[in-house]
């Protein structure tokens, strides 16, 4: 099919008004496509903005857990939520340092696309199971790189992708420094030590400023809205457990506050920083939410009791399935033959030839939704295992 132009007349007017849209046409790829060439009208990084978006797996974050599984609760953020969040804080931030918003939405939108069903409790459960079964960790960081670059092969830019990889920010900085003029080479070799050195993945720092503002926004999305669902989950009563530092108790005192220390101590800088006072609360206002929240007895227990115990069946159930071959099971139905058909676009190479069983299982359950995950579980095993769901009515 013929991929129409802009005429050079309009290109020539469009330049003259705005010079600085040319700055993004070009940037390390890949391979380079005759259709997948950047353009005046689709630059490199809104191409990657829309190829994450029209990935089969963006989908999927709207019934992904963020913090709470098993709650019939529309009020209580999805992933989906989060990532819009992200994308949101970021863009701003972005866009008042004078950065390239379309590489910071790019960054934003896909870092989250690897994260297995259940939030970090199946993230947990699927590292466990990757490094008995391969030696080789499992982190949602690595899986989001992992389905635009090999999963799908979308030819995603450098520095998007870089990003996505550099986003987990369990542990924070004052002072984000990129590091940069990174290549692919240094990249893959990143993404290799990730995988055999799971603590590398909280060293590693993005080559880009948009990919610092992306992962300081990743917290300041989600250290208030968490607060927020924890009082509509009943895990806390109120926010008489958190402190009121600098950041502020809840949810849009903490985004305001952060995205303006963040500016005023970033501007005109080459780093993204936020000063001593304010890194030293959201230090303490992460280590409050871990106490009263992810560590809570409630949220503890159903990783241990139910989602643990759900992994490792599937997991073995699945597995099983690929080396023998079994064309009924779902992992050929809904995975091998769904992925081979919507990358035959960009990779026409057989995903199940260039896999292990191992591999091909982790890649099937990362992608799953956690209603998928629960109704597969339930046809596989049934009579077994069943969540109890919190009704809107409890």
């Known amino acids: ?190 993404v290799e030590k990730c995988y055999t050195d799971p603590k590398y993945s909280s060293r590693l720092i993005p080559t880009t400023l948009e990919g610092c503002v992306v992962r300081i926004s990743d917290l300041i999305a989600y250290i208030g809205k968490d607060r927020q669902d924890a009082v509509r989950a009943k895990v806390i009563d109120g926010d008489d457990v958190f402190s009121d530092g600098k950041l502020g108790k809840f949810n849009a005192a903490i985004i305001n506050n952060l995205i303006v220390n963040v500016v005023e101590n970033s501007f005109d800088n080459d780093y993204i920083m936020l000063d001593s006072e304010y890194y030293d609360d959201l230090v303490v206002a992460m280590n409050e939410n871990y106490t009263n929240i992810y560590l809570s007895d409630s949220v503890k227990s159903v990783q241990q009791d139910i989602i643990r115990p759900m992994y490792s069946k599937l997991f073995k159930r699945l597995l099983d399935d690929v080396k023998t071959g079994n064309k009924s099971s779902y992992v050929f139905r809904h995975h091998i033959n769904y992925i081979n058909k919507a990358r035959a676009y960009y990779n026409s190479e057989d995903y199940a030839q260039q896999n292990t069983p191992a591999q091909i299982v982790i890649d099937y359950i990362a992608s799953m939704t956690d209603d998928y995950f629960s109704d597969l579980y339930e046809y596989l095993f049934p009579g077994d295992i069943k969540p109890e769901y919190k009704s809107y009515f409890a």
Not at 64 to 69: A, D, I, L, P, W
Request: glycine fraction near 6%; charge should be negative; hydrophobic fraction near 35%.
């Open 1 to 190: 099919m013929e991929y129409k132009s802009l005429s050079e007349s309009t290109q020539k007017k469009i330049i003259e008004k705005n010079p600085s849209l040319m700055g993004n046409l070009y940037c390390p790829e890949r391979r380079r496509n005759d259709h997948d060439i950047a353009s005046l009208w689709r630059p490199a990084f809104v191409r990657d903005c829309e190829k994450i978006i029209h990935c089969p797996y963006y989908n999927r974050y709207s019934d992904k857990t963020q913090v709470f599984s098993f709650y019939k609760n529309d009020d209580i953020s999805r992933r989906s939520l989060h990532v819009q969040l992200v994308s949101r804080i970021a863009r701003n931030i972005s866009s008042l340092l004078g950065l390239d918003v379309d590489l910071t939405e790019a960054i934003a939108l896909g870092h989250d696309l690897g994260h297995p069903p259940f939030g970090h409790a199946g993230e947990s459960c699927l590292n466990e199971l990757s490094v008995q079964e391969c030696g080789r960790a499992f982190m949602h960081n690595l899986q989001s790189v992992r389905v635009l670059d090999k999963v799908f092969d979308y030819n995603i830019s450098l520095q998007t992708l870089d990003g996505i990889l550099c986003h987990n920010g369990e542990l924070p900085l004052g002072k984000y420094v990129p590091q940069k003029d990174k290549t692919f080479e240094v990249f893959d070799e990143e």
